[in-house]
T-cell receptor, first 115, second 112 residues
Framework: GDSVTQMEGPVTLSEEAFLTINCTYT??????LFWYVQYPGEGLQLLLK?????DKGSNKGFEATYRKETTSFHLEKGSVQVSDSAVYFC??????????????FGKGTKLSVIP | DAGVIQSPRHEVTEMGQEVTLRCKPI?????LFWYRQTMMRGLELLIY????????DSGMPEDRFSAKMPNASFSTLKIQPSEPRDSAVYFC??????????FGPGTRLTVL
């Protein structure tokens, strides 16, 4: 079945450092790909998405590019801030079929940014 | 605009008691999802509904768990009897068609 693998955390960075969180997926066809963020004590919220190969999703300085050839959707940010401290989840949704309305999530990567 | 509303936000109960978690989805959304989040297992999909009808409950851990959606604006997740291993954060989420999925703030359940 479909699955998402993301790098284990926790990740600790200094403010203004460059961030990469790796995410790879296994799925048939062309799934949609997502990054969700969970701030402490809150639910998940959509950060960015991409629906087809070579699409780049971006929001709040974060970017991720849908790479079909490497089945990857790595999250990047050029300069992190303390306020970016959160847990980040990579997720996919199948293009079609019975499960195409639900999301499959990775295990999450906790990011801590220190001043 | 109100997002997904969950109640209670925190619940502490004793083993063997019945627990009922509540969710009000965003108006107009036709899909509703229940998730459980723990450190060990991460985020697990328990069950989801489309137009109030359960579509996939394969993630429900056992018969002690049940979920209902009597109308488009309300859903419950019930655990009877509760056990300490049910301690987790339970999230409800809703979406309209294949659009963005919106999560509620979660209910933190502690079973003593």
């Amino acid at each position: 079945g479909d699955s998402v693998t993301q790098m284990e955390g926790p990740v600790t960075l200094s403010e203004e450092a460059f961030l990469t969180i790796n995410c790879t997926y296994t799925a048939t066809g062309y799934p949609s790909l997502f990054w969700y963020v969970q701030y402490p004590g809150e639910g998940l919220q959509l950060l960015l998405k991409a629906t087809k190969a070579d699409d780049k999703g971006s929001n709040k300085g974060f970017e991720a590019t849908y790479r079909k050839e490497t089945t990857s959707f790595h999250l990047e940010k050029g300069s992190v801030q303390v306020s970016d401290s959160a847990v980040y989840f990579c997720a996919l949704r199948p293009y079609s079929g019975a499960g195409s309305y639900q999301l499959t999530f990775g295990k999450g990567t906790k990011l801590s940014v220190i001043p | 605009d109100a997002g997904v509303i969950q109640s209670p936000r925190h619940e502490v109960t004793e083993m063997g008691q019945e627990v009922t978690l509540r969710c009000k989805p965003i108006s107009g959304h036709d899909y509703l999802f229940w998730y459980r989040q723990t450190m060990m297992r991460g985020l697990e999909l328990l069950i989801y509904f489309n137009n109030n009808v359960p579509i996939d409950d394969s993630g429900m851990p056992e018969d002690r768990f049940s979920a209902k959606m009597p109308n488009a604006s309300f859903s419950t997740l019930k655990i009877q009897p509760s056990e300490p291993r049910d301690s987790a954060v339970y999230f409800c989420a809703s979406q309209a068609g294949r659009n963005e999925q919106f999560f509620g703030p979660g209910t933190r359940l502690t079973v003593l």
